[in-house]
Each structure stands twice: as structure tokens, then as C-alpha cells.
């Protein structure tokens, strides 16, 4: 079975930092890319970043360029996200997701996902 | 960065009825559209993929079509089970996108 474990989450103070980690079990970790997907209250799912299976692919949204850092150990299934400079738009329940791939193809969708980390950016 | 937008935004709805939720795009893409289920407090589930593809183990009262800016999301006969807020996502290029949502009431 799956597993995906998000730890890290909490209240933090505009301008202060967070890192979230993610765990998995039961996935073949090392070839899988890994995805943080956030979901600000009552709002639809938010792509936030992406990290390819050998750390040779990262893509960042927009909003959290030059702030977040997506990293990655394969050595301990687990997958971080570093957030600096945190703002009250972060606010934010935080998903670590795997990548689809089915049948040979790999989809930009995500099947597996954690619980969340809910993080909390106020004063 | 491509647009998704849901109507209708809620819909009430009893068991047995038959519920078609649109995402329409700003842009027009191929198939790489998905569609999520979420409950409450719980993280968004799989339902399809590549616009019409069924992941395993989703029940067959779910299809998807659609091409280039329209794609839909049918729920043949909605069980107690389905009452859920749904969303669509795109995977045609980065930043990947989610539609605003769905809320599926019962009526």
C-alpha cells in the first residue's frame, strides 16, 4: 500500500519559513517524481511544485519562485519542501502527491496523495 | 497559463440522477485533462485521466469526454457515495491548473 506522510506544517509569522517533509512507503521512490500540491481554505487544489525522480527536473508556480525550494532524498524516500519568506497567501493545507504513470506513460496528474500539512501564515 | 473554468459551480442533486459537470478551458489543449473527487477533510482522488480514461478501480457510473476548450465530467446514476466537491486539472503545460470545483448536494 501507498503511503504518503506530510510532517513539517504549522503557524508561522509573515516573512518566517517552514519545511515540510513528506515520507513514502510502498512506492518505488526512486523513480517516481514527486509533486507539492496546496489547497488554501474552501479554494480548489494548487499546484505548487514538481521534482523529477533524479532531482534533474524542478518546476516551481509562479507565486513561489525565488521562495520555496522542492528537494528530494532517495536515499530516505522523502521529499521537502523549504519555504521562506512565507506571506498570508501560503496560508494553506500543504499535499505531498506522486505522478501518475500507468502503461508505460506518465501523466502530469497525481494518484497518490498524503493527508496534508496544514500550514498558517498570521501575525 | 491555462484557465479552467467549472460550471455549475454547486448542483443539487438526488440518488439515481444523472449529474454532468463542465470544465472549460482558455486555451485549447489535447486530452491531458483529469478529473478529481474530493470529501471533506480528505485529499482530492483520481477519477480520470487523459480526459475519458477511467483510473482503476472507479466505478463505470463515471465518464469523461472532451477535446480543446470543453471537456465534461457524467455521473450516470449519482450514489450517496458521490456527494463530493469535483475538480478538473490540466496537464498541458506548467503552471498545472485546477478548475474552481464543483459542489455535488443532495437535493
Known amino acids: 500500500e501507498v503511503q504518503l506522510v506530510e510532517s513539517g506544517g504549522g503557524l508561522v509569522k509573515p516573512g518566517g519559513s517552514l519545511r515540510l517533509s513528506c515520507a513514502a512507503s510502498?512506492?518505488?521512490?526512486?523513480?517516481?517524481?514527486l509533486n507539492w500540491v496546496r489547497q488554501a481554505p474552501g479554494k480548489g487544489p494548487e499546484w505548487v511544485s514538481s521534482i523529477s525522480s533524479s532531482s534533474s527536473y524542478i518546476y516551481y508556480t509562479d507565486s513561489v519562485k525565488g521562495r520555496f525550494t522542492i528537494s528530494r532524498d532517495n536515499a530516505k524516500n522523502s521529499v521537502y519542501l523549504q519555504m521562506n519568506s512565507l506571506r498570508a497567501e501560503d496560508t494553506a493545507v500543504y499535499y505531498c502527491?506522486?505522478?501518475?504513470?500507468?502503461?508505460?506513460?506518465?501523466?502530469?496528474?497525481?494518484?497518490?496523495w498524503g493527508q496534508g500539512t496544514p500550514v498558517t501564515v498570521s501575525s | 497559463d491555462i484557465q479552467l473554468t467549472q460550471s455549475p459551480s454547486s448542483v443539487s442533486a438526488s440518488v439515481g440522477d444523472r449529474v454532468t459537470i463542465t470544465c472549460r478551458a482558455s486555451?485549447?489543449?489535447?486530452?491531458?485533462l483529469a478529473w478529481y473527487q474530493q470529501k471533506p477533510g480528505k485529499a482530492p482522488k483520481l477519477l480520470i485521466y487523459a480526459a475519458s480514461t477511467l483510473q482503476s478501480g472507479v466505478p463505470s457510473r463515471f465518464s469523461g469526454s472532451g477535446s480543446g476548450t470543453d471537456f465534461t465530467l457524467t455521473i450516470s446514476s449519482l450514489q450517496p457515495e458521490d456527494f463530493a466537491t469535483y475538480y478538473c486539472?490540466?496537464?498541458?503545460?506548467?503552471?498545472?491548473?485546477f478548475g474552481g470545483g464543483t459542489k455535488v448536494e443532495i437535493k
Open positions: 486555451q485549447g489543449f489535447s486530452s491531458w
Open positions: 510502498g512506492l518505488d521512490f526512486s523513480y517516481s517524481t
Open positions: 486539472q490540466q496537464a498541458d503545460s506548467f503552471p498545472l491548473t
Open positions: 502527491a506522486s505522478r501518475f504513470c500507468s502503461g508505460g506513460s506518465c501523466y502530469w496528474h497525481f494518484d497518490y
